[in-house]
């Protein structure tokens, strides 16, 4: 994760005024050990002090609870995407969203509750029932060698954008692509899909979403749907989805971009 602080002016009325700005990037497992161990001292210190006053504790007692029960962890983390409060969310929204996953995939769900928000439920099933109706086959080449490689670069300690980086030029030398920009018609040629998808598609209102759709047969197959104007945006959409198809698990049917 990467924490973005800045300083505040002197101006401002605020009870607290932050000195330092500072971007630094640290792993989350630390930053979570650090707040725990931070939560857990201020604990000890009002029992210490307050003696009786057990309201911090009793609250975090429920939060470290349902951060070690997954059914519970994957509805407040379902809740807070939706922008719900803890138990703000109606049930009957979790509940299908829940039961979307063992279709759709969790990263999906998760998407497109994010994206969606109380609305995610209703934008799924639009996506798979009307808009993978206009979506368009692509395959991906030597897909089998660059998963293999991207596993291991996930499993190594460099951050996001360098793993993307990696990413790209593995493809570039995996499909014996020279460097400099690629040609709508390489483009077309290596996904084996018409050229014209890049120029343009037939628009599927009221979708916003680019989208690719994962075959239920090989896994370097998929259907995608661009939802972009400008001929650039397409094909950085059309990327974004190949790049979708290369990093996701197996179960990950639904591609949101």
Same mark, same amino acid.
Do not use: C
């Given at each position: 994760m990467t924490i973005h602080a800045k300083p505040t002016l002197s101006s401002e009325e605020q009870s607290i005024r932050y000195l330092h700005g500072a971007v630094e990037t640290i792993p989350v497992d630390e930053f979570e050990k650090s707040v725990q161990g931070f939560i857990d001292g201020v604990i000890g210190r009002v029992d210490n002090q #307050?003696?009786?006053?057990?309201?911090?504790?009793?609250?975090?007692?429920? #939060?470290?609870?349902?951060r070690y029960d997954s059914e519970s962890g994957s509805r407040r983390k379902l809740e807070a995407m939706m922008g719900f409060?803890?138990?703000?969310?109606?049930?009957?929204?979790?509940? &299908?969203?829940?039961? &979307?996953k063992t279709t759709y995939g969790d990263s999906a769900i998760e998407e497109m509750a994010s994206s969606s928000m109380y609305n995610a439920v209703d934008d799924i099933s639009f996506l798979w029932n009307v808009v993978r109706q206009k979506s368009i086959p692509l395959r991906i080449p030597h897909y089998d060698m660059i998963r293999r490689q991207l596993i291991i670069d996930r499993q190594s300690s460099i951050l996001a954008w360098q793993r993307a980086e990696s990413a790209a030029r593995l493809v570039r030398k995996v499909w014996s692509i020279a460097s400099g920009p690629i040609s709508n018609k390489v483009l077309a040629d290596l996904l084996d899909i018409p050229q014209a998808i890049i120029y343009q598609q037939d628009s599927v209102q009221?979708?916003? $979403?680019? #989208?690719?759709?994962?075959d239920n047969g090989n896994e370097d197959t998929m259907r995608v749907y661009i939802d972009r104007r400008p001929i650039t945006s397409r094909r950085f959409a059309l990327?974004?989805? #190949?790049?979708?198809? $290369?990093?996701?698990?197996i179960k990950?049917?639904? $591609?949101?971009?």
């Open positions: #307050v003696p009786g006053n057990d309201e911090l504790k009793t609250l975090w007692h429920e #939060v470290t609870q349902e409060d803890p138990d703000g969310a109606p049930d009957t929204i979790l509940e &299908m969203l829940e039961q &979307m009221p979708s916003s $979403l680019s #989208v690719g759709f994962r990327a974004r989805l #190949v790049g979708s198809l $290369l990093a996701s698990g990950d049917r639904l $591609l949101p971009a």
